[in-house]
């Protein structure tokens, strides 16, 4: 079994910087790709960034230049350091991470795990 637990959400102004978190625990040997999504009210959920184990990125063009993802695969940790911040960029951020390889004989992938959500809301 796989958990992810998310942290650093919170209220920021436009034009602030929040740095998020997401912690994977459980029988882990490795994590091909981890991201963040994110859902405004009454809208869908939506990619915001990822990064796979080799460090290979890619971001929603509406994040480019103002989002980084990076990840530190010895923790099994993602994180996303969101600068130049603007209301439009409120909503519940979601850890995923898929494609994981857990123990067991023989190890086996599993796939499409999330954090609970955390709230980002900026707002003067």
């Known amino acids: 079994q796989v958990q992810l637990v998310e942290s650093g959400g919170g209220l920021v102004q436009p034009g602030g910087s929040l740095r998020l978190s997401c912690a994977a625990s459980g029988s882990i040997i490795s994590i091909n790709v981890m991201g963040w999504y994110r859902q405004a009210p009454g809208k869908q959920r939506e990619l915001v960034a990822g990064i796979t184990n080799d460090g290979t990125t890619n971001y929603a063009d509406s994040v480019k230049g103002r989002f980084t993802i990076s990840r530190d695969n010895a923790k099994n940790t993602v994180y996303l350091q969101m600068n130049s911040l603007k209301p439009e960029d409120t909503a519940v951020y979601y850890c995923?991470?898929?494609?994981?390889?857990?123990?067991?004989?023989?190890?086996?992938?599993?796939?499409?795990?999330w954090g609970q959500g955390t709230q980002v809301t900026v707002s003067s």
């Open positions: 995923n991470a898929d494609r994981i390889l857990t123990q067991g004989v023989p190890p086996i992938y599993t796939s499409d795990y």
